[in-house]
């Protein structure tokens, strides 16, 4: 599933491309917002909150997008046979005289009043790639996780909003923490979301995650050489794989 990251960058595509403009074309192939007409509407921006999109226009409206496991957004110059958008993977189409924005396998779409935004975003944790984090409160929430595996509150989207399996990962890597390390035993976990925080925002500006231990199985650790090793965080059916050195990660004894 794409992470805050990616989000950020898909939010920023958007931004871009249609801010500013009028709305010349609405498609929203969605059940229960579908016969929605944005047509006329004044694209005011979008912003990511974690792994949610939001676009909110000069009606008060907002359209709320998640992308899941394969949902994806395409911006294409308008006109072109792109921007046709016959596919029947499309969920989304919103165009302008200039662009139009694509939502393939979108996962999640609803249509709320922006004033409402809090009842599809407001279970949700501070956003790690917000401008401003809300330290206490992401602290407050983490307290409240006990002893759960560390790998899993990090995964725990209403503890902080944005960090998938990858930056759990790489930011547990960074910090030499073994994955199943009770969560209210770590010294100091606003140091750890730092890490996971510097991370997705230097993969915001190059497009590419550490690459350190994510996805390196039996390949050798990049501090000592190692081979990676896979475990499991959560059960099943909400299992995610976390990798991990077994010599730079040990358990604390």
């Known amino acids: 599933m794409p992470e805050g990251d990616v989000l950020r960058r898909t939010a920023n595509r958007l931004d871009l491309a249609?801010?500013?403009?009028?709305?010349?074309?609405?498609?929203?192939?969605?059940?229960?917002?579908?016969?929605?007409?944005?047509?006329?509407?004044?694209?005011?921006g979008t912003r990511s909150y974690g792994k949610h999109l939001l676009t909110r226009f000069d009606d008060g409206r907002t359209l709320h997008t998640h992308l899941r496991m394969e949902g994806r957004w395409r911006v294409e110059r308008t006109g072109s046979p792109q921007a046709a958008a016959r596919s029947e993977q499309v969920r989304a189409v919103l165009a302008t005289e200039q662009w139009t924005a694509i939502g393939y396998q979108l996962g999640m779409l609803d249509v709320v009043r922006t004033v409402d935004e809090h009842a599809v975003i407001g279970h949700l944790g501070p956003d790690?790639?917000?401008?401003?984090?809300?330290?206490?409160?992401?602290?407050?929430?983490?307290?409240?996780?006990?002893s759960t595996p560390v790998a899993e509150v990090l995964l725990d989207q209403q503890v902080v909003a944005g960090?998938?399996?990858?930056?759990?990962a790489e930011s547990l890597f960074a910090e030499r923490i073994w994955p199943w390390t009770p969560a209210d035993s770590i010294p100091d976990p606003s140091r750890l979301l730092a890490v996971a925080r510097r991370q997705m925002q230097q993969s915001v500006v190059t497009g590419l995650p550490p690459g350190r231990v994510h996805g390196r199985l039996r390949q050798p650790c990049v501090r000592c050489g190692t081979p990676i090793a896979v475990g499991q965080a959560?059960?099943?059916p909400m299992e995610r794989p976390i990798f991990y050195c077994p010599t730079c990660q040990k358990p604390s004894s």
């Open 128 to 146: 790690l790639l917000g401008e401003t984090v809300d330290a206490d409160e992401a602290l407050r929430r983490w307290a409240t996780r006990g």
């Open 18 to 44: 249609l801010t500013g403009q009028v709305v010349v074309r609405s498609d929203l192939r969605w059940p229960t917002p579908a016969t929605v007409d944005l047509v006329g509407t004044t694209v005011l």
């Open 163 to 168: 960090i998938g399996t990858i930056y759990s």
């Open 234 to 236: 959560r059960r099943p």
